[in-house]
């Protein structure tokens, strides 16, 4: 015998989500306008990021990591969730020029940091960035599913050394993983970069 409560359906249950959403928001705002602190333990939900050289508000669960940040609620889907526990680099963006996995920080802990992502990365006029056009060239990608990963990686890394060897551009792409094998691609796009400047 199947038991089902028919005053519970699909659309009310994810209105009831939304609304449980919309009201932990409300409360959050509503201590900041009457200039209370919040209760001891609560969380802050509505916070500034910024992202891309933009400051965007967004509605954060406190153990919101913040690949599911950026692919989820503020729609930067080049970020990839791969393993979602920090072990193949598919979510590597640059936090304060420092390549850093998005799935393995809670989005909270990123309120004071600079993130970018690959969408960042292209200038105003559209061209691409010169790891972005080096990997290109050199076609680095097979599947591309790693390729935003990799890209973070590799600007992180000519950020800190404008002038590496392909021995430290290998240790600075070791943390990604790549399931085609492109290692040496994505090297020889690293070593263009170099050229490109």
């Excluded at 954060?60 to 791969?82: C, D, F, I, N, W």
């Excluded at 970018?116 to 010169?130: A, C, F, I, K, Y």
């Excluded at 000519?158 to 993983?177: D, F, K, M, S």
């Amino acid at each position: 015998m199947k038991l089902v409560n028919p005053k519970v359906t699909r659309r009310r249950f994810i209105k009831g989500v939304i609304a449980s959403g919309a009201a932990a928001t409300s409360s959050s705002l509503w201590y900041a306008a009457n200039g209370q602190s919040r209760p001891a333990g609560a969380v802050e939900r509505l916070i500034r990021l910024n992202v891309n050289g933009q400051v965007r508000n967004v509605d954060v669960a406190p153990q919101e990591t913040l690949a599911s940040t950026l692919r989820y609620k503020l729609g930067l889907t080049g970020t990839k969730l791969g393993c979602n526990r920090g072990e193949c680099g598919a979510c590597t963006v640059l936090v304060d020029d420092i390549p850093t996995y998005a799935c393995s920080v809670l989005t909270h802990s990123m309120k004071n940091g600079r993130i970018e992502t690959v969408e960042g990365l292209e200038s105003p006029n559209g061209d691409l960035h010169p790891v972005q056009q080096a990997f290109v060239e050199s076609l680095s990608p097979q599947c591309g599913y790693c390729t935003p990963g990799q890209i973070m990686s590799a600007v992180g890394l000519l950020r800190a050394n404008p002038n590496p060897t392909r021995e430290e551009a290998r240790q600075g792409l070791a943390g990604n993983i790549c399931r085609c094998g492109s290692y040496d691609s994505y090297l020889d796009g690293v070593m263009r970069a170099v050229q490109i400047g």
